[in-house]
């Protein structure tokens, strides 16, 4: 009986949206389709853009008090510009007719003279009006865009942070997205990411780690030895419902990539999906328990997006098992990433490219050795396909991480010599919500400087520090 119904109900609801088509009786099948399409994107859409909730949360959560209001502006900034950004010329760049295969050349603004009234939108394809599409793909940009926000935290300006973030949406992100999924030179020499591991992610992860070289570290963050000393986030629930969000969210991210109400097909990735991140979750806690005799809280969270990263390339390309073997071993990759960015003395606050550079990476290649479906005639290594798949991988993500890191470099120092891209000593040491948004995070330093003149008291180690604001303490502060 629930059947029938819902079967009725999908019937019903699919003839009201169908309009006037429905009035004629002219209803047919690819109309039945596209609207059921549409709503399938809705979900997607919807599902991908609470993700930036999950991104503000993570970030803050593990991250100072005193910066609260400037992370979640920043994810509020990736939103805002970054809509417009891609609304103006990212889509065209991403999706435009390709030139040589590098860059897309137009359909900018959605080529918006080609409309004429608000529901005769041009079709991007058979299946889905060129607005749903649209809608889908900037909410991916956004993602990309707001990796950046976490590792460069608690010390760069706002205005400069904004115009990375337009920077990201606008051109780097959509140049190397043209490159696979805009019908580019990657695409063409076979190279595979079903939902982003590098175009996404990687893209991101690397954005992050060249922003935050060129940064420098907070203060506190390396001792007079060299040696990287912990510090802490302030909020260990808004981590794990960080987390959660994300979680939650990755099943619009990598289902929605099906790209069309496609039952068998999105049903099977979501379970790789999740089978990824809970093997990432588990691997991490056991690894930190181990290693450090304790689970860590942070890095359980990190290691379940790094499989959730881990998956998505081949999210529709590998099987259970291998969905749980890629989470598994993103898990530890993490860890050992953050570990090693710190003692090449880069302060990723975050661990933004450890779990999206590093594990995109593994992603990425993982299709290359265990893709087994045979879809789209793909092979992997471990299935007999041979290397030439796994090879189309490797130069895939070393050519997107090398533009990355280029193109953000080009940016970040840019912003550094027009004065845009640090904030000073004495702002950091007291917090960038007061000096760059004018107001603190959190009720309890309402009162404003003259109650905390050296913002809240901070610790290293779980020595209280001065907040006396004077140079000659500067560097006992964690900032």
């Known amino acids: 009986m629930r059947r029938k119904l819902l079967l009725a109900g999908t019937f019903f609801g699919t003839m009201a949206l169908s309009g006037p088509a429905f009035a004629q009786e002219t209803i047919d099948a690819a109309t039945v389709q596209l609207n059921l399409n549409v709503i399938y994107f809705m979900l997607a859409i919807v599902l991908v853009f609470f993700m930036q909730a999950g991104f503000a949360m993570l970030e803050t959560g593990l ?84 990796i950046v926000s976490g590792a460069v935290a608690g010390r760069m300006k706002f205005s400069g942070y904004v115009i990375l973030s337009i920077a990201m949406t606008a051109f780097i992100y959509p140049v190397v997205g043209h490159w696979k999924w805009g019908g580019g030179w990657l695409d063409a020499l076979g190279f595979y990411d079903f939902a982003g591991s590098t175009i996404v992610h990687l893209t991101g992860g690397v954005a992050a780690l060249t922003a935050a070289a060129i940064l420098g570290p907070r203060l506190g963050k390396f001792g007079k030895d060299g040696k990287a000393r912990a510090l802490p986030g302030h909020a260990a629930p808004l981590t794990v419902l960080g987390t959660f969000i994300l979680f939650f969210g990755w099943f619009g991210f990598n289902g929605g990539s099906v790209l069309a109400a496609d039952g068998p097909v999105v049903a099977n990735v979501l379970l790789t999906t999740a089978l990824a991140g809970a093997a990432g979750g588990c691997a991490a806690m056991l690894f930190t328990w181990f290693r450090y005799a304790k689970p860590d809280m942070s890095m359980t969270c990190n290691g379940v997006l ?54 995109g990476i593994l992603g990425t290649w993982w299709v290359g050795i265990f893709a ?20 189309d991988q490797i130069i895939g993500t ?66 209280v520090v001065s907040r006396d604001p004077s140079g000659s303490s500067r560097e006992k502060v964690a900032g």
């Open 63 to 146: 991250t100072r008090s005193k910066n609260a209001a400037n992370i979640m502006m920043k994810n509020m900034a990736d939103m805002s510009f970054g809509f417009l950004a891609y609304f103006l010329v990212g889509f065209g760049f991403m999706y435009g007719a390709s030139a040589g295969g590098l860059i897309g050349t137009d359909t900018f603004a959605l080529a918006a003279g080609s409309y004429t009234d608000g529901l005769s939108a041009p079709v991007a394809t058979d299946s889905i009006p060129i607005a749903a599409d649209f809608m889908y793909q900037v909410v991916f940009a956004a993602t990309a865009a707001t």
């Open 372 to 391: 087994n479906t045979g879809a789209e005639g793909l092979t992997g290594l471990w299935h007999g396909g041979g290397v030439a798949l796994l090879i």
């Open 398 to 463: 070393v050519a997107v991480a090398a533009f990355v890191a280029v193109a953000t470099a080009a940016v970040v120092l840019l912003l550094k010599a027009t004065g845009h891209l640090r904030v000073s000593e004495e702002e950091e040491f007291e917090g960038l919500d007061i000096h760059e948004h004018g107001m603190y995070g959190y009720p309890e330093l309402a009162l404003g400087p003259q109650a905390y003149p050296g913002g809240p008291a901070t610790a290293v180690s779980g020595e």
């Open 306 to 359: 790094a499989g959730l990263v881990g998956i998505t390339a081949g999210a529709d390309q590998v099987g259970p098992f291998a969905a749980i073997g890629v989470g598994l071993v993103a898990g530890v990759v993490v860890a050992l990433s953050v570990a090693f960015i710190d003692r090449i003395k880069i302060d990723d606050a975050v661990g933004a490219f450890s779990v999206h550079g590093a594990c």
